[in-house]
């Protein structure tokens, strides 16, 4: 595809899902074990979590699950449940608990991690998935599919929020390779973070909340834009959502 389209109908895509998960919590605690997620990147149930994860500002193991993928077939095979075992399924060793499926992981967040946007949680199943299939759709299924890959030794690292339209076609591509990744939720906590990072609202100086991952991350790169990927294997590492899927495919596609 195209960059323009690339960019058009990740737009869309997040325009059908209403911007949910631009937004994020200003103060967020991340848990002492890391959270971890077996996600499908255009799943509609996953898309809800990773909405959420985004509001409540949390990190996360996102271990990708595309159809025809390994990791699928080791997801059903771990759990005993076969073909009974679906994405997303949340494994949580703070509180020891694992479950399955948007509405079980939202009231776990909401229990233990703070209130997820009401939009998320109010969205009924039947306006979630027709909202998300129509991204899913204007995406092609992107994402959806697994291609053969090589295995990193360590997850990449992906800083990145739920509704960016140029992150979408980078976790899509980490889903289709089978990548886990550690995903770092930069969502929008003030108006001036609003706009690319080229072209912010706000006229002023951009500067960050203060004691945020956005003040860590701008001190250390001068600015804040996402998608930036770590690739702690090859010790590479890069902004530009163009150059880290035609870095993971050279990189990881067979
Ligand atoms: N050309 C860049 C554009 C990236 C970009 O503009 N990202 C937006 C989010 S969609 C951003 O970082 N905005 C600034 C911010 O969130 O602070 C790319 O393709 O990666």
């Known amino acids: 595809m195209n960059q323009f389209l690339n960019v058009t109908t ?12 631009t937004v994020a919590d200003k103060t967020t605690e991340q848990p002492e074990q890391t959270l971890m997620l077996f996600d499908q990147e255009n799943d509609a149930e996953c898309r809800q979590v990773r909405e959420a994860l985004t509001k409540l500002n949390l990190d996360i193991l ?7 993928g390994k990791n699928l077939e080791a ?22 608990k694992a479950m399955q499926g948007a509405k079980a ?6 229990q233990h991690y703070g209130q997820v946007s009401s939009a998320t949680s109010l969205l009924s199943k039947a ?8 991204a899913a759709t204007v995406r092609l299924n992107a994402g959806s599919h ?9 997850p990449l690292i992906l800083y990145s929020f739920e509704s960016s339209p140029y992150a979408r076609p980078v976790r899509e591509k980490l889903c289709e390779l089978e990548l886990p990744y ?13 706009g690319p990072a080229t072209m912010r609202w706000s006229l002023k100086p951009y500067q960050p909340l203060p004691n945020t991952k956005r003040e860590a991350f701008f001190k250390q790169h001068g600015n804040v834009q996402v998608p930036f990927l770590m690739d702690p294997n090859t010790h590479q590492s890069m902004f530009e959502s163009t150059d880290i899927v035609d870095y993971l495919e050279q990189t990881y596609q067979q």
């Open 62 to 68: 996102i271990v990708p699950c595309p159809k025809g």
């Open 146 to 154: 697994a291609l053969p890959s090589n295995q990193p030794e360590l």
């Open 10 to 21: 990740s737009l869309l895509a997040s325009t059908y899902r209403c911007w949910q998960g």
């Open 182 to 194: 550690i995903l770092i939720n930069l969502g929008k906590q003030q108006v001036s973070d609003m």
């Open 75 to 96: 997801l059903k095979a771990k759990s005993g449940k076969g073909d009974g075992i679906q994405p997303p399924v949340f494994v949580d060793n703070n509180q020891s």
């Open 105 to 110: 992981i939202l009231k776990h967040l909401n």
């Open 127 to 134: 306006t979630n998935e027709i909202s998300s299939t129509l």
